[in-house]
């Protein structure tokens, strides 16, 4: 499924597919499609939810887009795609560096930084959990810091989008 969002921040189904799961050839053939039938001119921002096909043709059939990573969804925290290392989402990936015992309270923290009001609040709340749990928890700070960019991306775009 793909939706698409216009200047005035109205959302619009702009291709609903029954494809081979994740298939970067079926992502290929959505793109294109979606690209001769609507969407001629490149998209600012593109969200998504760490699907590998997805990420790898977006960039070779609308390669100017900015990436938003989900902050939801469980996958592995990189996978290789190609020669491309593909950043995956990340609040459940990080979880899974952590004890259970902390994962609440850093559950919390994460959610600060992606439901921030704006940019500045955000990188002062990403600052935040960076700075709390590296000593004891590195990998879970890592996985985190490696897509700072991406995960904050749609800081940079109206509130309505």
Not at 6 to 27: C, V, Y
Not at 50 to 55: D, K, V
Not at 67 to 96: D, F, I, S, Y
Not at 106 to 126: H, P, R, T, Y
């Amino acid at each position: 499924m793909v939706i698409g969002g216009n200047e005035r921040g109205e959302k619009h189904f702009l291709a609903i597919e029954n494809r081979i799961r994740e298939s970067i050839q079926s992502w290929r053939e959505v793109l294109l499609d979606l690209k001769r039938r609507v969407l001629d001119v490149f998209p600012k921002l593109a969200v998504g939810d760490g699907a590998l096909g997805f990420l790898a043709t977006l960039d070779e059939v609308y390669p100017e887009p900015r990436h938003q990573r989900c902050w939801v969804h469980t996958t592995p925290c990189m996978e290789e795609v190609g020669r491309r290392r593909m950043p995956k989402p990340k609040t459940a990936n990080v979880l899974n560096y952590l004890p259970k015992a902390v994962q609440p309270k850093a559950k919390n923290a994460l959610q600060e930084i992606w439901m921030a009001g704006d940019q500045v609040s955000a990188e002062k709340a990403f600052d935040h959990f960076v700075q709390t749990y590296p000593a004891k928890y590195p990998k879970a700070v890592a996985c985190l810091e490696e897509d700072r960019e991406s995960l904050l991306a749609f800081y940079d775009f109206p509130a309505m989008h």
